[in-house]
């Protein structure tokens, strides 16, 4: 659902310089297009190598400052790597986006501790790490801002996504608390979380792919949404988008609902 705004772009973050975890697909994607659009040097991470490198080889086409790196965001390593790379190529680091992230549903009753330990590991612990990577790089070069995809599970329980919503509460105070801190280090870091409700990206569809089922389960999923419809992918983006750039200079450690009415219910 591009428009031709969101398409030209009128350099809302022009010359920051962004890393995107989970780039490769979805909401990542999106802000990825985003960012890049609207002026910003952008590292795409994930990873999915083939997508990642589609997209980054796609915006290069179109004349944006991008390129892909591989990521796993429960590798601090792999995170460091990202971050010097960046660093050393287009000199700091201004907006991180931790988009990347796992939605498995795991009834509780027999959901084993691995399946539990790899939601939180892949959405909690990566977001930490992600956090803490680009906010000490941020600290030198002299701030930014961080965004942290929650969910509207880390607002209220999602029943047989125990571990995701654990995951998604988790990101949603770990992102205050980091933000306090940092704002009480003068740091210029600002950390905040975007909820959103179900939004048609992959992780989403991919539940469907019964075709007989799929009318009516994908109608159930929007008849939650007092709106009346999913939420797309580029209108996350244009609230990510906010965040990132100086518009929001004094928004810090608050939490960002784009649910159709979801959780307002
Ligand atoms: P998606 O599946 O389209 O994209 C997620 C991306 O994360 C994929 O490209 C995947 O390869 C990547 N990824 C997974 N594990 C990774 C790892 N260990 N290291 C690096 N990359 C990894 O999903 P999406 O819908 O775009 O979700 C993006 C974020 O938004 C997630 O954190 C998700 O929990 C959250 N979210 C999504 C929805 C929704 O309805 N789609 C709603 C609320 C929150």
Redesign the pocket.
């Known amino acids: 659902m591009s428009t031709e705004s969101t398409k030209t772009g009128s350099g809302r973050v022009g010359g920051k310089i962004a890393v995107i975890?989970?780039g490769?697909?979805?909401?990542?994607l999106a802000t990825a297009e985003r960012l890049a659009r609207e002026g910003a040097k952008v590292a795409i991470?994930?990873?999915?190598v083939a997508?990642g490198e589609a997209l980054a080889d796609r915006l290069t086409a179109e004349g944006h400052d991008v390129f892909f790196m591989k990521?796993?965001?429960?590798d601090p390593a792999s995170w460091a790597a990202v971050v010097d790379t960046v660093v050393e190529r287009w000199g700091g680091l201004d907006i991180l986006l931790n988009?990347?992230?796992?939605?498995r549903v795991y009834p509780l009753l027999e959901m084993t501790l691995e399946e539990w330990r790899h939601t939180n590991a892949?959405?909690l612990d990566?977001t930490f790490l992600g956090t803490q990577a680009a906010a000490r790089a941020m600290s030198v070069s002299g701030g930014g801002s961080i965004i942290n995809?929650?969910?509207?599970?880390g607002l209220v329980g999602l029943p047989t996504a125990s571990a995701y919503s654990a995951s998604?509460g988790g990101v949603k105070l770990f992102t205050k608390a980091a933000a306090l801190e940092c704002a009480n280090m003068k740091l210029n870091i600002r950390i905040n979380s975007v909820h959103?409700?179900?939004?048609e990206?992959?992780?989403?569809m991919r539940r469907f792919k019964d075709v007989e089922a799929e009318a009516a389960d994908v109608q159930a999923l929007k008849d939650q949404h007092p709106i009346g419809r999913l939420?797309q992918?580029d209108e996350v983006a244009s609230m990510i988008l906010y965040l990132a750039s100086d518009e929001s200079a004094f928004v810090t450690g608050a939490e960002f609902v784009i649910d159709g009415g979801y959780s307002a219910q």
């Open positions: 975890s989970g490769a697909s979805g909401i990542g991470t994930d990873v999915d997508n990521l796993d965001v429960v988009s990347a992230g796992i939605g892949i959405n990566g995809i929650s969910s509207v599970a998604k959103p409700g179900y939004i990206t992959p992780m989403v939420g992918r």
